[in-house]
């Protein structure tokens, strides 16, 4: 066999197979015809299609099973966690983006509700103030920047009233950077349910991964059915309440006694930590404005 056909085109490395070890290139002719470069690029095509595929119905249909096949080393067969979430997180939040509309509606019919609401606000501000000018004359060093934040939020609460759904679209803004910081969070949760495991801090980030993009693919298709005018609120809820102990059971090979309270304690504890991130980009989008 000649020299050129035994070593890497890539690196001069000698190769024993159909890839370079050292780089990952394929062996082949740098003078391909037209139907072989075709073919070439179709097996590609198909070789990642079948990943996509074979990741989303496990991802889908076997709660846990992608986790459990990474702890073990079987990758390659599968779509990357990171990249899986990343596209299907691009793909809700931009359909999120162009159906403002169906995460809040505000019509005419709730322009008057937030009328009344900003009126009582107005009161309580009022009311509010009184209180904070008689507490400034008593105290002596007042809290500044909490009263910095307090006066810039009133100052902003009039946009709101006058454009809530422009105060709608630009929380939706930080919609993504929120939920991309509560990945390590979650992971962290799952870290003290299995804190005397020995999993270790990744293995749990590639299960918030797994998890958050079936969370993802499922909102995405409660939007379809609604597009349709199905009826899908319990449909929705009732596969997040069984998919997390499921998977959990898989993945950790957890006891069906164990799967279920450490399900409850991250529902209770992750849902609390939601609550709280919202809140702080609520009231950052607030203060940008």
Not at 66 to 84: D, I, K, Q, T
Not at 236 to 245: G, H, W
Request: with cysteine.
């Amino acid at each position: 066999m000649e020299e050129g056909t035994t070593r890497c085109r890539n690196c001069d490395t000698p190769l024993d197979g159909l890839y370079c070890h050292n780089c990952g290139q394929r062996e082949g002719r740098g003078d391909l015809h037209f139907q072989e470069a075709v073919t070439d690029i179709l097996g590609d095509v198909f070789t990642w299609d079948s990943r996509v595929w074979r990741t989303l119905v496990s991802l889908l249909f076997r709660p846990g099973f992608l986790s459990a096949e990474f702890n073990a080393g079987r990758r390659v067969r599968y779509m990357p966690p990171f990249r899986l979430y990343l596209i299907v997180s691009f793909v809700l939040f931009l359909t999120l983006s162009l159906m403002t509309d169906y995460v809040v509606d505000f019509g005419d019919a709730s322009d008057d509700a937030v009328e009344v609401s900003i009126s009582l606000d107005s009161e309580d501000e009022a009311t509010a103030e009184e209180s904070e000018s008689a507490q400034s004359e008593a105290a002596e060093a007042p809290s500044s920047l909490t009263e910095a934040l307090q006066a810039r939020i009133d100052a902003k609460a009039p946009l709101v009233r006058d454009d809530p759904g422009g105060y709608v679209r630009e929380l939706l803004e930080y919609l993504p950077q929120v939920m991309f910081l509560m990945l390590p969070v979650f992971a962290l949760l799952l870290k003290l349910a299995y804190l005397f495991s020995s999993f270790h801090y990744l293995q749990h980030l590639v299960f918030a991964l797994h998890y958050h993009t079936f969370v993802y693919l499922l909102y995405l298709a409660s939007m379809v059915l609604e597009q349709i005018a199905m009826y899908v609120d319990g449909i929705v809820a009732l596969p997040l309440l069984i998919y997390l102990p499921l998977a959990l059971r898989r993945s950790y090979a957890s006891s069906w006694p164990g799967a279920l309270g450490k399900s409850l304690f991250l529902m209770i504890s992750y849902g609390a930590a939601l609550v709280l991130g919202m809140a702080a980009a609520a009231v950052a989008v607030l203060v940008t404005m």
